[in-house]
């Protein structure tokens, strides 16, 4: 088993910046990968950002490439999220998730996730 929660979530002005955190709990946090997924109100969840175990391999929806980083410390059981110029359509639920299936292409199936952090960005 794995616990997340997720942390950072807030309103923010179009062009600003916002660091999500989640803090894990439960297995060895150096065996999994992890990610983050976000929902937006009367949307599906979508793929947003995905790291490996290790921290040397990254993944990102086309939608964040070049503004959003993942980033994990290992000896702090955290993995973060830095939003840059951010857009009124990053509004959304953030879940942390953990776990399950990383594949080389960069899809990315979790078996755990977080409970969400809101993050509204204003036009």
């Known amino acids: 088993q794995v616990h997340l929660v997720e942390s950072g979530g807030g309103l923010v002005q179009a062009g600003g910046s916002l660091r999500l955190s989640c803090a894990a709990s439960?297995?060895?946090?150096?065996?999994?990968?992890l990610g983050w997924f976000r929902q937006a109100p009367g949307k599906e969840r979508d793929f947003v950002a995905a790291?490996?175990?290790?921290?040397?391999?990254?993944f990102y929806s086309d939608s964040v490439k070049g503004r959003f980083t993942i980033s994990r410390d290992n000896a702090k059981n955290m993995v973060y999220l830095q939003m840059n110029n951010l857009k009124p359509e990053d509004t959304a639920v953030y879940y942390c998730?953990?776990?399950?299936?990383?594949?080389?292409?960069?899809?990315?199936?979790?078996?755990?996730w977080g409970k969400g952090t809101l993050v509204t960005v204003s036009s």
């Open positions: 998730a953990a776990d399950g299936v990383l594949h080389f292409t960069g899809s990315y199936y979790p078996d755990y």
């Open positions: 439960g297995r060895t946090f150096t065996n999994y990968a």
């Open positions: 790291i490996n175990y290790s921290g040397g391999t990254t």
